[in-house]
């Protein structure tokens, strides 16, 4: 096992073959900032348990979707198993994380301390799903790598027993080859146009995991809902799009299609726990019709 992995004794481990890994940063969990003034060091502070972060809904919206598959299939194997990455590896700083993790009774199933310029390779190694921030620079420093990454959405945070809302920002999901010589004569560059690809390539794997997942639960009271957003393509990328998730096995909730109007009041509805947005922004001038 990578020497940076220290598996909770604490939780059930979950199947490494079946379970989706989702790395979630220890300052998204934990709210560290309000800890920098204090002297952490300190053996007082070390047993005093960190204060709840922006990442604390999604953490139990989570558990709420396994708790839920467990009781449908006492054997379920397709699971959320969350992995907790920390940049800082000091012993006072592993001590406190974890004995956190303990006090809020939180089931994730390893923590990861690895150093400031090396983050992004213990998510490939651990087969990482998704990997979740607060942070806009870790997330586009993952997906660079090649790391299926998504901003933790922090404005209007959801309600305790809201469903885990995953929203994907769905615009490259709708190219194909007939599309592209169209974005190409809006503005797009072939590097962009690649780029976009990539990123559509990035999502599937989540996505038919997620797809599996949302199957086991009916259209009502499900704990996980799906949603599509296209922000700047046309109507026929959008469908595009929608036929793309569900070949995949992905069968949204919900969608809509801006096609350039503003993201912003839908947003503040919705209060997705994650925001899967490929950072692939699209011209101002593309047509609202194909």
């Keep these: 096992m990578d020497e940076n992995i220290v598996l909770n004794a604490n939780v059930k481990q979950k199947d490494p073959s079946r379970a989706v890994v989702i790395a979630v940063t220890s300052d998204s969990i934990f709210d560290l900032e309000g800890e920098q003034g204090a002297d952490s060091r300190s053996p007082a502070n070390e047993s005093e348990p960190l204060q709840k972060g922006v990442a604390f809904p999604f953490i139990e919206a989570v558990q709420r979707v396994n708790e839920k598959l467990v009781e449908i299939n006492p054997e379920e194997t397709l699971l959320f198993d969350v992995m907790l990455l920390s940049k800082n590896g000091s012993p006072e700083s592993r001590s406190r994380i974890e004995n956190s993790t303990v006090h809020h009774g939180l089931d994730i199933g390893r923590f990861c301390f690895c150093e400031e310029e090396d983050f992004t390779e213990p998510l490939r190694s651990n087969n990482v799903k998704m990997f979740l921030s607060k942070g806009a620079d870790d997330v586009r420093r993952a997906l660079e790598k090649g790391v299926p990454a998504s901003l933790l959405y922090q404005h209007g945070v959801p309600e305790s027993s809201d469903p ?127």
């Excluded at 393509?233 to 809509?256: F, H, I, N, P």
């Design 164 to 290: 885990l809302r995953v929203l994907l920002i769905g615009d490259v999901l709708g190219l194909s080859d007939d599309t592209a010589p169209l974005l190409a004569e809006q503005g797009f560059s072939e590097a962009e146009l690649q780029n976009m690809a990539a990123a559509k390539g990035a999502m599937k794997e989540f996505v038919q995991s997620v797809g599996e997942m949302r199957g086991r639960f009916g259209r009502e009271d499900s704990p996980l809902c799906t949603c599509l957003m296209t922000v700047w393509s046309c109507r026929d990328v959008c469908a595009s799009a929608l036929k793309t998730l569900r070949a995949w096995g992905l069968e949204v909730d919900e969608a809509y299609c801006l096609a350039g109007a503003p993201r912003s009041p839908i947003l503040a509805h919705m209060r997705p726990h994650v925001l899967y947005d490929h950072q692939l922004q699209g011209p101002h001038h593309v047509p609202a019709q194909c």
